[in-house]
Structures are given as structure tokens and as C-alpha cells.
């Protein structure tokens, strides 16, 4: 049982945090064609778990902050690249990567075809690497 959250994407973050329990919860990011972005509440909670912490520079990433949410419709909306792959059978992921000041943005989706939705499953981000730089 799931429900889809009626508000912005800063007011789903804010919800999140406040009801703390097991129930699905999805924001719709996003339309296109029959499928539609979302972000649900597990999703958020691994990244903020996962990517919001110290760890995050032994991996050579940067921890992601609650702004950096917000940059989600962008990222799928305007990428730098896009990849799908198929990690192992019945499970499709598309990669989007997006160059936002000086960071490297990656968001990762997975598509759910049963629920017509592309899901939000990862979010990290690293600093840009510079091209053609002179040392």
C-alpha cells in the first residue's frame, strides 16, 4: 500500500522526516510519455543514509545535502549523459549525469513497468573534473 504525496518536492522532504514509519510514500517528479519520475520515501532515506555522510569523501564523493533534492527534476530533465543498463534480468536502470556548477551529479533511476514509473534508487555526487586544465 503506497500513496502519492500532494505537494513539492521540498515539502515531501520535510514530510519524510516528520512520519518516520514503514508506509510507501512517492512524490511525482515528472511526466513522460506513459511513465512518470518518482521519488519515494525509502529512496530518500538510503541516499540520506548512505550519501549524506562522512563516507562520502573516503569514496572520493561529496555528501549530499537536502538542496541537492531539489535538483532531481533537472537532472532527468536536462542530463549530460544518460545510460540504461540491466544489471540482471527483470531489472532495467537508467544513470543520469549532470554537470551542475562544480559538481558531477549522478542520479539513478529504475524502471518499474508493472507501476509505469521510473523510481528514484541512488543519488551521489562527486567534485567536476577539470579538462584541458594546465597544472
Known amino acids: 500500500m503506497f500513496s502519492y504525496f500532494d505537494g513539492s518536492l521540498e515539502d515531501f522532504l520535510t ?3 516528520e512520519i518516520n514509519d514503514n508506509r510507501l510514500v512517492k512524490v511525482r517528479l515528472a511526466s513522460v510519455e506513459s511513465f512518470c519520475h518518482v521519488l519515494d520515501n525509502f529512496a530518500v532515506n538510503h541516499i540520506i543514509t548512505k550519501h549524506s ?4 569523501v573516503l569514496r572520493g564523493q561529496i555528501k549530499i545535502q537536502e538542496s541537492d533534492f531539489l535538483l532531481i527534476p533537472d537532472i532527468v530533465g536536462h ?7 540491466s544489471p540482471r534480468p527483470g531489472r532495467t536502470l537508467i544513470t543520469y549525469t549532470k554537470t551542475h556548477e562544480d559538481c558531477l551529479y549522478t542520479y539513478v533511476e529504475e524502471i518499474r513497468k508493472g507501476r509505469r514509473e521510473l523510481a528514484g534508487v541512488t543519488f551521489y555526487k562527486r567534485k567536476r573534473k577539470l579538462t584541458g586544465a594546465k597544472s
Do not use: A
Open 15 to 17: 514530510y519524510i522526516k
Open 53 to 56: 555522510n562522512d563516507k562520502e
Open 79 to 85: 542530463f549530460d549523459s544518460c545510460l540504461i543498463q
